[in-house]
């Protein structure tokens, strides 16, 4: 199950006033730590607290997060929703509602689709408007431009613009989605050679390993 986990704040600052931070703020400090600590469960009681208070809005993320982690797609958008409403130039509540629409989209019906992809695809954007270095944002923009037909925006040529941003952002993760594309053209001695430049940047990174031994599996490469 993909998670949200991890996705850190500049949380001094969200729970910041003129007069330091608010003593109240404990309660939820422990809440966040228990999410991130794998303990949902556990930071429920204190988030739910939070709504109608002056921190609604940081409740209101995580809450988002848990029922996202859930799959419970429906409560993590009007969590996320509310939580975008309270803060509009938050790039990190933005790009949470923008992956809650994003990873919905298998989940609704047919004729759902297309309005659920919009909703994904202009909350992405939305994301690189307040912050363009947002590597995660720029990511999931790219890999749904590679992905999504035609029809519901979807552009290999975007995605090759995208692919070149984030190189230039992360280049490991730029060498990572740049094989992706590859891949998808079937262009296997160049998709190939990404990884290898992704190995080379980070060579005990899990993900590069990963992706790069996935690669070889595929192409029926047992021994590399």
Same mark, same amino acid.
């Given at each position: 199950?993909?998670?949200?986990?991890?996705?850190?704040?500049?949380?001094?600052?969200?729970?910041?006033?003129?007069?330091?931070?608010?003593?109240?703020? =404990?309660?939820?400090?422990?809440?966040?730590?228990?999410? *991130?600590? =794998?303990?949902?469960?556990?930071?429920?009681?204190?988030?739910?607290? !939070?709504? $109608?208070?002056? #921190?609604?809005?940081?409740?209101?993320?995580?809450?988002?997060?848990?029922?996202?982690?859930?799959?419970?797609? #429906?409560?993590?958008?009007?969590?996320?929703?509310?939580?975008?409403?309270?803060?509009?130039?938050?790039? !990190?509540?933005?790009?949470?509602?923008?992956?809650?629409?994003?990873?919905?989209?298998?989940?609704?019906?047919?004729?759902?689709?297309?309005?659920?992809? %919009?909703?994904?695809? %202009?909350?992405?954007?939305?994301?690189?408007?307040?912050?363009? $270095?947002?590597? #995660?944002?720029?990511?999931?923009?790219?890999?749904?431009?590679? %992905?999504?037909? =035609?029809?519901?925006?979807?552009?290999?040529?975007?995605?090759?613009?995208?692919?070149?941003?984030?190189?230039?952002?992360?280049?490991?993760?730029?060498?990572?989605?740049?094989?992706?594309?590859?891949?998808?053209?079937? *262009?296997?001695? *160049?998709?190939?050679?990404?990884?290898?430049?992704?190995?080379?940047?980070?060579?005990?990174?899990?993900?590069?390993?990963?992706?790069?031994?996935?690669?070889?599996?595929?192409?029926?490469?047992?021994?590399?």
């Amino acid at each position: 199950m993909k998670t949200m986990r991890g996705a850190t704040l500049g949380l001094m600052a969200l729970l910041a006033t003129a007069g330091g931070v608010r003593a109240q703020a =404990g309660s939820l400090l422990e809440a966040i730590a228990a999410y *991130e600590d =794998g303990r949902p469960e556990d930071a429920l009681p204190a988030l739910e607290q !939070e709504l $109608g208070g002056p #921190d609604e809005a940081l409740a209101r993320l995580y809450l988002g997060r848990i029922h996202y982690d859930r799959e419970e797609w #429906d409560e993590a958008e009007e969590h996320l929703e509310r939580a975008l409403e309270l803060r509009p130039e938050d790039v !990190e509540i933005s790009y949470a509602l923008g992956l809650a629409y994003l990873d919905h989209i298998q989940h609704v019906s047919f004729r759902r689709k297309r309005g659920q992809a %919009n909703k994904a695809l %202009n909350q992405l954007i939305a994301t690189l408007y307040l912050d363009p $270095g947002h590597v #995660d944002a720029r990511v999931s923009l790219a890999s749904y431009y590679l %992905n999504a037909p =035609g029809i519901a925006g979807g552009s290999k040529d975007r995605a090759r613009e995208q692919m070149d941003a984030i190189t230039s952002l992360d280049p490991r993760r730029g060498h990572l989605f740049r094989a992706e594309v590859h891949e998808s053209e079937e *262009e296997w001695d *160049e998709a190939w050679a990404a990884y290898q430049e992704a190995l080379r940047l980070a060579p005990t990174d899990p993900q590069v390993l990963y992706a790069s031994g996935m690669f070889k599996q595929a192409r029926e490469a047992w021994a590399e």
